[in-house]
């Protein structure tokens, strides 16, 4: 890409004569044969700063020995720029647009992807305390619905059994003997909640006064199927999660957001989802938690949104866009971003000044709604090259190329 500006910096050029303001040691002048003129000056700087060699963070405006080493300092120019001159005429074939310098108030603003997940609080596993028997499955394929209340399976378990028939043991034992027998009754129904049955079985138990060989087990929320452990004659035991069922009345939203943006993150902050696949752009939330660690790989952490979910219109593992707003900084002196040059680690805008461009040294900060802070390098009020800035800079650079000292005469 750099190589064709190239290129087309060398045809303008060549369409554009250069003057370098060096002194003519042969005292005749030379002028171009072209109807339009374009001048280039090499600027330099009247001033020169001293610095340490041995402490370069040692600058000072004037001679003088170092502080910490006690070396003298050394006269250090700064570099030269060049001034590039373009008449209007050019300037409109080029297609140069340019723009101000000017306080902004930039909205910190993060665009970036959350996947939707089910949140972690919404899930309830359903297991059994007694190991047994699968005798009937009510649930049989992920993804079905359940209410709570509803049946999910039937399963025999001797312990439960044998829990049932000391319970009714005992309660024998307690219509006869009174109170002297009922905390013998007590323990025996505590040892029947503790194996799983609910309060219900044990009305049913006593008003029944029949053991239950088959004990069913509820689901205890609404939600839905999503993982699914069981056939029928299965055998279980306690450790086996057999079914997990999860409420999708609300969802949660898990965003990346890049390491150089942490420090706009804050808890509460405003956001907004789209949802193209229902066309519906602009969801409001808000950041619930923010994740401690950074990934590894992707250098980024997570932030995490809640939205709710009764019209089921979001999926788990669905990609959306959101937008996390972090504040505004107020009067910030901003220009665009197309007008920022980067090179390495520097950032460089042309600056205009009538019909003649110079390139200049930018510190950028933070960048939003398509500006970008400038921390120094520029005063407010300067007009910065935002179309055709390319073509400027890479004239700058040829005419810092070494110039032949022949004449023709």
Sequence with gaps: MYKSYLFAALLLHSALPVALAAQDHSDHAHTSDGATQSVLQDVLPATSSYVCPMHPQIVQATPGSCPICGMDLVAQKQQRTATVEVNGAMQQALAIRTEAAAPRTLWRFIQTYAQVQYPEDAIHHSHIRAEG?????????????????????????????????????????????????????KRAETRLRL??????????????????????????????????????????????????????????????VPEAQQSWLFSGMSAEVDL????????????????????????SSKVRLTLDNRQQLLKPNMLLPVRLYGGPLRDVLAIPRDAVLLSGNSSRVVVKDGDSFSVRQITTGSSAQGYVQVLSGLHEGEQVVVSGQFLLDAEASLSQLPVSSSHQH
Excluded: C
């Excluded at 209410?147 to 999910?152: F, H, I, N, Y």
């Excluded at 044998?162 to 006869?176: G, H, M, P």
């Excluded at 193209?276 to 590894?296: H, K, M, R, T």
């Design 133 to 185: 028997w699968i005798e009937q499955l009510h649930v049989r394929t992920l993804g079905q619905r359940v209410k709570a209340g509803d049946k999910l399976f039937s399963y025999y378990a001797p312990d439960l059994l044998v829990a049932q028939d000391d319970y009714l043991q005992a309660l024998s034992v307690s219509k006869q003997n009174g109170e002297r027998s009922s905390s013998l009754l």
């Design 276 to 299: 193209p696949s229902q066309q519906i752009n602009g969801l409001e939330a808000s950041v619930d938690y923010i994740y401690p660690a950074l990934d590894a790989l992707s250098r």
């Design 195 to 256: 194996l799983g049955l609910t309060d219900n079985d044990i009305n049913n138990l006593q008003q029944s006064r029949q053991s239950q060989y088959q004990i069913t087990v509820y689901a205890h929320q609404d939600g839905v199927v999503t993982m699914l452990n069981v056939r029928d004659g299965m055998y279980i035991s306690p450790g086996d999660t057999l079914i997990e069922i999860t409420r999708l009345d609300r969802v949660w939203l898990l965003a990346d």
